[in-house]
């Protein structure tokens, strides 16, 4: 059997080789909109591309750059081709942690132009974590963290249709690539 996976739009993709060049912003973006958070454990339906999204909008709410808004899209666009695995159990996977590493590096570089820096990564992190904390008490009733992290903006966490949340991921990265000045046919699709 290959070593690939077939994604959405029919590339044949290695994860464990992963070429820049196959990486499309429409397979993460339909991917994550079918993907659920909390490995499906929430009350309903709430969606991998919905996280990225509300990421994205507190990146803006704080005032972040649009590099670092689109990062906070992108955060979670290795899952698009690994799935995902809960945090309890990914910190014991160190061979899974270099995969997944190796692949968002190519994402981030795909899209970005670069790696993220040390800072970056950071305010990425920090995003990540305030809307985990926040979709938690929310869906869960549960508050992950003993002191709530700052949420400058105001998600709404809500189902709606995935096709819906696929053209917003999509459309909001192509706005922020634009912004960039990154926005050409190797990236994303006009």
Known sequence: ????????????????????E??????????LSLMTRANGHFPEFYSVAQ??????????ARS?????????LLHDGSE?????????????LP??????????????????????????EA???????ALLYYEFLHYMGEALMDCAPVL?????????PFQTVEKRYLKLLKELLHQQGFLDKSRIKP
């Open 64 to 72: 972040y750059s649009a590099r670092v808004q689109a990062a906070c």
């Open 22 to 31: 196959e990486i499309r912003a429409e397979d993460i973006a339909h991917a």
């Open 80 to 92: 698009a081709y690994l799935a995902d695995i809960t945090r309890p159990v990914k910190k014991h």
């Open 1 to 20: 059997m290959a070593d690939y996976i077939t994604t959405w739009s029919g590339i044949h993709f290695t994860p464990l080789e992963p070429k820049k």
């Open 123 to 129: 305010l990425v992190k920090d995003v990540d974590d």
């Open 95 to 120: 061979g899974y942690l270099s995969i997944e590493e190796v692949l968002q590096s190519a994402i981030y570089e795909k899209f970005l132009g670069e790696p993220l820096t040390e800072e970056e």
């Open 51 to 60: 996280h990225c999204i509300h990421c994205c909008e507190e990146a803006a």
């Open 152 to 160: 400058s903006g105001s998600p709404v966490f809500e189902t709606l």
